[in-house]
């Protein structure tokens, strides 16, 4: 049997948890991922373009473990009332091939998005941030938000969202969480005054969420949204007075805010700041942008995590998902075994 | 909702249909996807070796549907009681990138590689092929002769297995289908008088079960056995003296019987030859080879097949594998609804 959690599993269990005990777990599971990142077996996420989106797999292994991904993409979604990502993985055992586990991750994909940026801004952002702005308020910002009050103590929140509904919905959703939320008239006012600024907006073009005169020194930038090719948020300039800090350079140089630079644009890989091999933030003034695209190993990070909560709980079921036949050479022979779901035996069916 | 196809569904709905009926379904879809071979996007299977065995997947996509296949490959599971082979496929919607379809496909890759097998002699062997030979009676042995009796009408078998419980439960399962079997003591006892010639060893070598003088000529070789790098089953020789037909040539350069050739050693695709591009079977004279290592393709065929065939039955179930939140930029208000499995509410649980 392969344990399964659905939908209503992941959120009972998130909130049996806390969500914000959640994500800081999370968070933990992927910083250790994070740190032995040269044992892992990687490579870019397998897309399938379509005219409204793409459908992608994005595996991942350490040798005893494999995980996958399936996720997609579609912006339109939101205008047919169905949801711009949908997601969904699988963990599985290396000896034996075997799948382990079969999780929803479309719940938890926010979750770990969120967990990474946080996890990436404890190394990076300046330990005396306080404001974080967030511009963009679709489905990943409430989690953005919690994961860095979980992680880094942020509560005063200055948001911004050109739909007044988007935004209705986040203050909603957060002002009994702790948070002082300020609500601003523009992405420029919103920015005033941040420590961090966090750009999640959901349009798949060119954008300019932020421009060069917008950023000032010392500031992190968590640049959410742009992921994928042509899904861009900020200015060339803010990237060329920002260093940059990446999850996996060769994804990253094509989905992320970088696929504006040539192909040598200097980046820092985040798992080496986080192993001490390569230096974070050296100074007070130094502007850090975190380009997050979302790598396949935060995704095997969650599986993983899901697998080890879930663990005695009533958060998941059982899946008749692999086929056991008492003699592995006779997988026939399970086909001729009175099924539950017929009256008709198999061999009376055969027209001999 | 997504609609799940177990393994008892998956047993259930093939005894329902009838396995003979079944696979004719079946080889139709397949054969009417290689129809329209120039539609897809294809690409070799993605793989992840491991000392123990290898996990695949198999992405296909026509621009409306999207399927992949998770497959492993472990000849080591059946010392351990467990199944070579264990498999599942997602079908979904291209233009929302939804799932629509989660099937197993342990049960279900049997019979698509049977029914592919047979399609192929169906535009391969000569018509008046009547008795076949059969090397190697494990877990995929009897859909290959279920297959070929309901396409091709061989009701004559003779088989061989070094291993005689194997060989037993061959017979055990098919003695009562209306097949004449004769048990051989050698393989070059097994092929004598055979006019199509099926390998399907499950050993992880380069064996060989066909040497050059045990093939004679007219014969049409169904090479099924071979499947991956370091696996063959065929002397080469044999490959010399036969013409080639593949499914997708990257791949099966790789993993096929012809990884003992040249890359530029000829082969035709056996799409062309089913749309009539390509000659297939020219003379009596003639040793025909079908390398066949498995496709994406065929997966994509079968869960459009089981999709259609489980429609308006039982044999399926509903997972909530997808979030749906009444408005899509508000994830986060699913965590904040009161989950079924827990009494804590989300907020109570999150530390303000």
Same mark, same amino acid.
């Given at each position: 049997m392969v344990r399964y959690v659905g939908v209503k599993h992941a959120t009972g269990l998130v909130a049996s948890v806390g969500i914000e005990r959640f994500i800081i777990g999370l968070a933990q599971y992927i910083e250790d991922d994070f740190r032995r990142w040269p044992q892992f077996e990687k490579s870019a996420r397998i897309a399938s373009h379509s005219a409204d989106g793409v459908i992608e797999l994005m595996p991942a292994s350490d040798g005893e473990l494999y995980g996958f991904k399936y996720v997609n993409g579609h912006p339109i979604n939101t205008r047919r009332g169905l949801s711009t990502v949908t997601a969904f993985g699988v963990l599985s055992d290396v000896s034996t091939g075997y799948p382990l586990l079969l999780s929803e991750m479309t719940v938890l994909t926010a979750l770990r998005t969120a967990a990474t940026s946080a996890l990436a801004a404890k190394h990076l952002a300046r330990k005396d941030s306080r404001v974080m702005a967030i511009i963009g308020l679709g489905a990943q910002s409430e989690f953005q938000a919690i994961a860095f009050k979980a992680l880094l103590g942020i509560r005063h929140l200055r948001v911004f969202d050109s739909d007044p509904a988007a935004t209705e919905k986040f203050v909603d959703n957060l002002e009994r969480l702790g948070f002082a939320i300020d609500v601003a008239a523009s992405s420029a006012d919103a920015v005033i005054? /941040? +420590? !961090? !600024? *966090? *750009? #999640? *907006? /959901?349009d798949k073009t060119n954008a300019t969420v932020l421009s060069d005169n917008m950023v000032g020194a010392g500031v992190h930038l968590n640049a959410v949204g742009g992921d994928c090719p042509g899904k861009t948020e900020l200015q060339r300039d803010v990237l060329l007075r920002s260093d940059v800090f990446v999850e996996f350079p060769e994804q990253t140089r094509i989905e992320g805010e970088i696929q504006q630079m040539g192909p040598d644009f200097p980046v820092t890989e985040l798992w080496q700041v986080i192993t001490g091999e390569a230096p974070g933030r050296r100074s007070a003034k130094q502007i850090t942008l975190f380009d997050s695209v979302g790598f396949a190993i935060e995704d095997f990070s969650t599986l993983r995590y899901v697998y080890d909560q879930t663990q005695g709980t009533g958060f998941y079921s059982d899946l008749d998902l692999l086929a056991e036949? &008492? +003699?592995?050479? +006779? %997988?026939f022979g399970? =086909? &001729?075994r009175p099924a539950q779901q017929t009256s008709r035996? %198999? =061999? /009376? /069916? #055969?027209e001999a």
């Open positions: 005054g /941040a +420590d !961090i !600024i *966090t *750009t #999640v *907006t /959901a036949p &008492s +003699d592995p050479k +006779d %997988l399970m =086909l &001729s035996p %198999l =061999l /009376a /069916a #055969v």
